[in-house]
């Protein structure tokens, strides 16, 4: 009999050790919490222990990398370069973030680099160029680094206890949470960094000007700053506007925006222009781009041809010339529109005890001040507690000195080797420490000869004693430390100034001409907001307009080029432009989207457009309770390049309609309830502010509003005639109902 077949049971889900208790349980938080919980930490993590430089002028990534390679022995000037990819892997015993981060943090301190005022690593190979995006540097397996000369400033005294240490993520060694900098790198070299809701952006300043300040700072602290610290002086040089009400804000506030433009030379043989220097905020890519794109748009047409000559002497930009063509007309035209010109912006954010805080540069170097004083204070405790305890063992030598040959006895014939120091202590009347330092002496040393040298420092160290707690007592006696340690770093470390001035003076006798290029222009607005600006030679070769379904062309204008314009919104402001900010289009296109185009606010729509070249003639505006106000149009001329005007009119009462006329003219209007109204705009006064309700131009029923208002065109004159004698009053009459005001056709 065949065996009955049994079904495989199913194996059991094996059993965890632990079980978590109350896992898989929803728990519903609010989003606040959430935040509190999870990106709190993180913000904070990032703004102290990442993105933003502290007094001492470097972030924890900086601070870090050094400190190993001064470990290492880097700053030893008999020692050779060590490859990158060491000093970066004993890095990663500090930073535990991965090789590449902070080989690229490496890089940027390097001389090689050329992105700090004075490089703190001295470097051997290509590590790119911080004016170039595509000059990259090589692999650390390829490039060797060790410490500048400068950076025994950074150091000095780091192991005489002159700022505090902390462990490392692992706890296996330590690390200091600031360098004891003897001159303020904080300003010396820029720094820039982006943490969470805020950032920081250190422009760097000339070395010797930084230090001079500083001194007159601690003689006098109403020092004028500007007149020791002339201004950034950036790694690339290039000239800087000299603008001393800009200076002072940066200055006194660590907020405010340095303009910086290239330097060039014009080789008159070649018809060549050669920049040799470019700001600090931009790249030589990014010069270039900006040129050939202008070319392309034939906004830019004296230029043939453009190259980056880049080599292993320097920066060089060549720029071939057209025949006839006016270098230095060109190099203003192309401070405008290209990154020849650009500015810096200044955020002097920097962490000061852990608080983030922008600063000025007074209050920035008081708080370095502070900070090297108590480094200096530190360092003279240290050397007077060394110096103290020198002094109670040779104290010791000098009364061994009375009676060598007693010491020798007492040792000689002390049974057991524990008994020797306490024999020592009874036979001369010295503690503990004394006694093994005498008893540690070797055979040799016990003679005359050595003693008497050995007790000669006494009074050298009791006078260095006295002078260090002098030093302790008087903040005086610190700060003239300071002073000369900063003099030690001017004569050893200055350098002549590599960003030069230019002033506003030299900016207003420039030739400033409008290049540009003019023709003739129609400009047309359709009802829903979009603009198109047509040659006439496109608008010959296309008549037929592309428009939404349901939109109709508002406004035609024949107009050129380099005309202003002036977009009225429903929300009583204006929007200016000029007719060379949009491209030249064809009827065939829908156009640009006025509200989008000119960042109108939410809601806002376009009402009327207004060309201008020299902003003669009124606007008129009609509101619906019947009122009107005729503003001079030179009200919207600005001598700055504003984009936005806030009350362009009077917003207590719906805008009906918004009319330019070049000269006075024939206006009517109609009322809701079927009245009309004729009047020459003559009989109007202009208003000095351009958000005045005007005069009363309509008397209005109950209930009733301004419908609409339109200028009566010259060829209407006789339909005008014609209507007069129906009745239709002249301005300032009562208005006689005509029935439907839509027989009023003009």
Not at 286 to 312: F, H, P, Q
Not at 365 to 373: D, P
Not at 522 to 540: C, E, H, M, W
């Amino acid at each position: 009999m065949a065996r009955k077949k049994e079904t495989p049971k199913k194996k059991a889900a094996p059993k965890h050790d632990a079980y978590i208790e109350g896992s898989g349980i929803v728990v519903n938080e609010t989003i606040t919490d959430v935040l509190k919980n999870n990106y709190m930490p993180y913000a904070m993590s990032v703004i102290i222990s990442r993105a933003l430089p502290e007094i001492d002028g470097f972030k924890p990534s900086h601070r870090k990398l050094l400190y190993m390679m001064y470990k290492r022995g880097l700053l030893n000037p008999d020692k050779e370069r060590s490859k990158s990819a060491n000093v970066v892997g004993e890095t990663m015993k500090l930073n535990p973030h991965g090789d590449q981060a902070i080989y690229e943090t490496m890089v940027r301190l390097t001389r090689g680099n050329e992105a700090l005022l004075h490089p703190f690593v001295d470097s051997k190979g290509n590590f790119g160029k911080a004016y170039s995006s595509k000059m990259r540097c090589a692999a650390p397996r390829y490039t060797e680094v060790k410490l500048e000369k400068i950076c025994n400033e950074l150091f000095r005294d780091i192991d005489k206890e002159t700022v505090d240490f902390v462990p490392n993520y692992d706890n296996t060694m330590t690390e200091p949470v600031l360098l004891p900098a003897t001159f303020p790198t904080v300003l010396v070299n820029a720094n820039t960094g982006i943490a969470v809701s805020m950032a920081s952006n250190v422009c760097p300043f000339n070395l010797e000007e930084v230090c001079e300040t500083t001194i007159a700072l601690m003689k006098n602290p109403q020092h004028d700053i500007i007149s020791t610290l002339k201004g950034p002086d950036f790694p690339g040089g290039g000239m800087m506007l000299y603008d001393e009400a800009e200076l002072n804000k940066v200055y006194e506030t660590g907020r405010g925006s340095i303009k910086v433009r290239s330097k060039y030379s014009y080789d008159k043989s070649a018809n060549c222009i050669e920049v040799t220097e470019i700001p600090y905020t931009t790249t030589v890519e990014a010069i270039m781009d900006k040129i050939v794109e202008l070319v392309k748009a034939g906004k830019i047409r004296e230029i043939s041809y453009i190259r980056d000559e880049t080599d292993i002497d320097g920066l060089k930009i060549a720029i071939d010339l057209k025949r006839g063509v006016d270098p230095d007309k060109l190099m203003q035209k192309l401070y405008r529109l290209t990154p020849l010109q650009d500015s810096y912006p200044c955020n002097f954010n920097i962490l000061i005890a852990g608080t983030p805080k922008v600063m000025g540069v007074r209050e920035i170097l008081s708080e370095w001040t502070a900070f090297r004083e108590e480094c200096i204070h530190r360092r003279t405790y240290f050397d007077l507690q060394k110096k103290k305890e020198k002094l109670h063992l040779l104290e010791a030598l000098a009364k061994i000195l009375l009676d060598i040959d007693k010491a020798i006895r007492i040792i000689r014939e002390t049974e057991a080797e524990s008994d020797v120091v306490p024999n020592l202590m009874i036979g001369f009347g010295i503690d503990e420490i004394q006694a093994e330092y005498v008893a540690e002496i070797k055979l040799r040393n016990i003679n005359k000869q050595y003693i008497l040298r050995r007790t000669e420092e006494i009074d050298t160290l009791r006078k260095d004693i006295e002078e260090m707690e002098e030093i302790l007592r008087d903040k005086k006696k610190i700060r003239q430390i300071i002073v000369r340690e900063l003099r030690d770093v001017i004569k050893n470390y200055s350098q002549p100034r590599k960003t030069l001035f230019y002033y506003q003076s030299d900016v207003e006798d420039e030739i400033t001409e409008d290049d540009t290029p003019d023709y003739p222009v129609n400009l047309f607005v359709s009802a829903s907001g979009y603009f198109k600006k047509i040659t006439v030679q496109s608008l010959r070769m296309s008549s037929e307009q592309k428009l939404k379904e349901g939109d109709y062309i508002m406004q035609s204008y024949e107009s050129t080029n380099k005309s202003e314009l002036i977009f009225f919104s429903d929300k009583a402001q204006a929007y200016k432009s000029k007719a060379s900010a949009f491209d030249d289009t064809k009827a065939s296109v829908m156009g640009d989207y006025i509200p989008a185009k000119l960042s109108f606010d939410e809601g806002e729509n376009l009402k009327t457009l207004v060309p201008t070249s020299d902003y003669s003639g009124h606007m008129i505006f009609f509101f619906e309770n019947g009122k009107a106000a005729k503003v001079p149009l030179k009200s919207y001329e600005t001598k700055t390049n504003r984009k936005k005007l806030a009350n362009a009119y009077s917003a207590k009462s719906p805008l009906v309609a918004a009319l330019f006329i070049g000269e006075d003219c024939d206006i009517i209007l109609r009322s809701s309830s079927g009245h009309a109204l004729v009047f020459n705009t003559a009989m109007m006064l202009p208003k000095a502010t351009r958000d005045s309700q005007g005069i009363q131009a309509m008397t209005l029923r109950k209930n009733a509003v301004l419908a609409s208002a339109q200028i009566i065109l010259p060829e209407n004159s006789e339909q005008l005639e014609k209507y007069r004698s129906k009745n239709i009053p002249a301005a300032g009459k009562p208005a006689k109902e005509l029935g439907d005001s839509n027989q009023l056709s003009f």
